[in-house]
Protein backbone atom coordinates (compact mmCIF):
# COMPACT_ATOMS: atom_id res chain seq x y z
CA UNK A 1 0.00 0.00 0.00
CA UNK A 2 1.30 3.01 -0.97
CA UNK A 3 0.15 7.20 -0.96
CA UNK A 4 2.18 9.90 -2.22
CA UNK A 5 2.93 11.87 -5.14
CA UNK A 6 5.66 11.99 -8.07
CA UNK A 7 8.44 14.59 -7.91
CA UNK A 8 9.56 17.05 -11.09
CA UNK A 9 12.71 14.85 -11.06
CA UNK A 10 10.89 11.51 -11.50
CA UNK A 11 10.74 10.71 -8.07
CA UNK A 12 8.52 9.16 -5.38
CA UNK A 13 7.69 10.96 -2.43
CA UNK A 14 5.48 9.59 0.28
CA UNK A 15 4.70 6.69 2.63
CA UNK A 16 4.66 2.61 1.52
CA UNK A 17 3.29 0.55 4.10
CA UNK A 18 4.22 -3.52 3.92
CA UNK A 19 6.83 -5.59 2.72
CA UNK A 20 9.85 -3.96 1.14
CA UNK A 21 12.69 -6.19 -0.21
CA UNK A 22 14.63 -4.59 -2.50
CA UNK A 23 16.53 -1.27 -3.20
CA UNK A 24 19.68 0.70 -3.64
CA UNK A 25 21.10 3.37 -1.68
CA UNK A 26 20.66 3.18 1.19
CA UNK A 27 16.95 1.21 0.66
CA UNK A 28 18.37 -2.07 0.82
CA UNK A 29 15.67 -3.95 3.43
CA UNK A 30 15.05 -7.73 2.78
CA UNK A 31 11.76 -9.09 3.42
CA UNK A 32 10.67 -6.83 6.41
CA UNK A 33 7.26 -5.38 6.92
CA UNK A 34 6.78 -2.35 8.17
CA UNK A 35 5.84 1.55 7.43
CA UNK A 36 8.54 3.23 5.48
CA UNK A 37 8.85 7.02 4.16
CA UNK A 38 10.53 8.87 0.85
CA UNK A 39 11.50 11.70 0.27
CA UNK A 40 12.89 12.42 -3.77
CA UNK A 41 13.31 8.72 -4.02
CA UNK A 42 15.54 8.41 -0.93
CA UNK A 43 13.96 6.68 2.22
CA UNK A 44 14.04 9.23 5.08
CA UNK A 45 12.22 6.48 7.89
CA UNK A 46 11.37 3.37 8.30
CA UNK A 47 9.34 1.61 11.52
CA UNK A 48 9.27 -2.18 11.28
CA UNK A 49 7.63 -5.11 12.39
CA UNK A 50 11.01 -6.79 13.99
CA UNK A 51 11.07 -3.49 16.78
CA UNK A 52 13.79 -1.75 14.49
CA UNK A 53 13.54 1.54 13.12
CA UNK A 54 15.47 4.82 11.51
CA UNK A 55 14.72 8.15 10.92
CA UNK A 56 17.11 10.29 8.00
CA UNK A 57 18.61 9.34 4.56
CA UNK A 58 21.22 7.03 4.02
CA UNK A 59 24.51 9.67 4.88
CA UNK A 60 22.82 12.36 6.05
CA UNK A 61 23.03 11.94 10.19
CA UNK A 62 20.84 8.72 10.43
CA UNK A 63 19.50 7.94 13.89
CA UNK A 64 18.96 4.28 14.17
CA UNK A 65 16.28 2.54 17.43
CA UNK A 66 16.58 -0.92 18.08
CA UNK A 67 13.45 -1.82 20.00
CA UNK A 68 14.63 -5.10 20.99
CA UNK A 69 18.10 -4.04 22.64
CA UNK A 70 16.93 -0.55 23.83
CA UNK A 71 19.81 1.16 21.84
CA UNK A 72 19.69 4.05 19.89
CA UNK A 73 23.16 5.08 17.67
CA UNK A 74 23.99 6.68 14.97
CA UNK A 75 24.17 4.81 11.53
CA UNK A 76 28.15 5.69 11.52
CA UNK A 77 28.52 4.65 14.74
CA UNK A 78 30.82 1.44 14.71
CA UNK A 79 32.22 1.78 11.28
CA UNK A 80 35.44 2.75 11.69
CA UNK A 81 35.93 3.78 15.53
CA UNK A 82 36.24 7.22 14.49
CA UNK A 83 32.56 9.01 14.36
CA UNK A 84 29.20 8.37 16.00
CA UNK A 85 27.42 7.87 19.08
CA UNK A 86 25.51 5.16 20.42
CA UNK A 87 22.97 5.50 23.83
CA UNK A 88 22.08 1.98 25.56
CA UNK A 89 18.83 2.39 27.19
CA UNK A 90 18.81 -1.31 28.66
CA UNK A 91 22.63 -1.00 29.80
CA UNK A 92 22.63 2.87 31.13
CA UNK A 93 25.63 3.47 28.53
CA UNK A 94 26.31 6.34 26.28
CA UNK A 95 29.62 5.86 23.89
CA UNK A 96 30.81 8.37 21.10
CA UNK A 97 33.72 8.55 19.41
CA UNK A 98 34.93 12.68 19.23
CA UNK A 99 32.75 13.46 21.62
CA UNK A 100 31.95 17.63 22.78
CA UNK A 101 29.55 18.46 25.33
CA UNK A 102 29.85 22.42 25.42
CA UNK A 103 27.53 24.26 27.37
CA UNK A 104 28.18 28.02 27.38
CA UNK A 105 30.87 30.25 26.06
CA UNK A 106 33.82 28.45 25.52
CA UNK A 107 35.56 31.01 23.36
CA UNK A 108 35.36 33.89 25.89
CA UNK A 109 35.57 31.65 28.93
CA UNK A 110 32.68 31.97 30.93
CA UNK A 111 32.82 31.16 34.19
CA UNK A 112 29.43 29.07 34.03
CA UNK A 113 30.77 27.62 30.60
CA UNK A 114 31.32 23.73 30.97
CA UNK A 115 33.43 21.62 27.89
CA UNK A 116 33.73 18.00 27.60
CA UNK A 117 35.65 16.98 24.96
CA UNK A 118 37.61 13.67 23.01
CA UNK A 119 39.57 16.10 20.75
CA UNK A 120 43.15 15.49 21.67
CA UNK A 121 44.19 19.05 20.87
CA UNK A 122 41.62 20.70 23.89
CA UNK A 123 41.51 20.32 27.47
CA UNK A 124 39.45 16.95 27.46
CA UNK A 125 37.55 18.74 30.54
CA UNK A 126 37.09 22.64 31.37
CA UNK A 127 34.68 24.47 33.48
CA UNK A 128 35.31 28.16 32.59
CA UNK A 129 38.70 29.49 33.06
CA UNK A 130 38.92 28.49 37.08
CA UNK A 131 38.96 24.42 36.31
CA UNK A 132 41.08 22.63 33.93
CA UNK A 133 42.10 19.02 33.56
CA UNK A 134 44.60 18.10 30.71
CA UNK A 135 45.43 15.15 29.03
CA UNK A 136 48.13 14.14 31.30
CA UNK A 137 45.86 14.23 34.12
CA UNK A 138 47.41 17.37 35.20
CA UNK A 139 44.51 19.81 36.81
CA UNK A 140 44.30 23.56 37.45
CA UNK A 141 42.40 25.64 39.57
CA UNK A 142 41.52 28.62 41.52
CA UNK A 143 39.85 27.47 44.50
CA UNK A 144 38.31 24.16 46.07
CA UNK A 145 39.81 22.07 48.40
CA UNK A 146 42.53 19.40 47.84
CA UNK A 147 41.50 16.91 51.03
CA UNK A 148 41.69 18.95 54.12
CA UNK A 149 43.42 21.95 52.25
CA UNK A 150 41.97 24.85 50.75
CA UNK A 151 43.16 26.83 47.94
CA UNK A 152 42.50 30.22 48.61
CA UNK A 153 43.60 33.29 46.45
CA UNK A 154 46.84 31.45 45.57
CA UNK A 155 48.03 30.19 48.35
CA UNK A 156 47.25 26.45 49.78
CA UNK A 157 45.47 26.70 53.42
CA UNK A 158 45.04 23.72 55.97
CA UNK A 159 41.02 24.09 57.00
CA UNK A 160 41.60 26.39 60.00
CA UNK A 161 44.29 28.50 58.07
CA UNK A 162 46.39 28.02 60.71
CA UNK A 163 48.96 26.49 57.84
CA UNK A 164 49.55 28.92 55.15
CA UNK A 165 51.71 27.65 52.01
CA UNK A 166 51.88 30.69 50.25
CA UNK A 167 54.12 30.61 46.26
CA UNK A 168 54.50 34.35 45.17
CA UNK A 169 55.92 35.16 48.65
CA UNK A 170 58.08 31.71 48.89
CA UNK A 171 56.65 31.59 52.50
CA UNK A 172 55.08 28.76 54.80
CA UNK A 173 53.18 30.06 57.67
CA UNK A 174 51.64 28.87 60.75
CA UNK A 175 50.77 29.83 64.37
CA UNK A 176 54.12 28.64 65.71
CA UNK A 177 56.17 28.99 62.62
CA UNK A 178 57.47 31.28 59.58
CA UNK A 179 59.68 30.35 56.58
CA UNK A 180 60.36 32.80 54.30
CA UNK A 181 61.77 36.40 53.67
CA UNK A 182 61.18 39.28 55.53
CA UNK A 183 60.37 43.11 53.80
CA UNK A 184 61.26 46.22 56.30
CA UNK A 185 63.26 49.32 56.38
CA UNK A 186 66.69 47.14 57.71
CA UNK A 187 66.20 45.62 54.07
CA UNK A 188 65.10 42.30 53.42
CA UNK A 189 65.84 39.23 55.17
CA UNK A 190 65.44 35.57 55.29
CA UNK A 191 63.79 33.79 58.09
CA UNK A 192 63.25 30.89 60.05
CA UNK A 193 60.96 31.61 63.22
CA UNK A 194 60.14 28.31 65.13
CA UNK A 195 57.71 29.78 67.94
CA UNK A 196 60.27 31.55 70.00
CA UNK A 197 62.49 28.25 70.72
CA UNK A 198 64.58 28.96 67.06
CA UNK A 199 65.42 32.30 65.15
CA UNK A 200 67.63 32.28 62.50
CA UNK A 201 67.69 35.30 59.71
CA UNK A 202 70.06 36.32 57.60
CA UNK A 203 70.49 39.83 55.19
CA UNK A 204 70.50 38.70 51.53
CA UNK A 205 74.24 39.54 50.95
CA UNK A 206 75.13 37.08 53.74
CA UNK A 207 76.07 39.12 56.54
CA UNK A 208 74.36 37.23 60.03
Do not use: C
Not at 18 to 24: D, K, L, S
Not at 31 to 47: C, R, V
Amino acid sequence: MAAGRKEDDNTFSGVIMGAWEQGTNGNEITDTTGLYGFHHGAMSYAFKDDGTAFIGKDGNGRIEFDGTQGIIESANYGENDKEGMQINLKEGTIKAHNFTLDVGNTTNKKDNSILITTDLNKNPLSIGSHFIVNWKGEITATGGYIGDWEIVEGTLQDNGGNIILDALNQSITGANIYTGALHGDGGTKSLIWLDGYLSIGAEINGKV
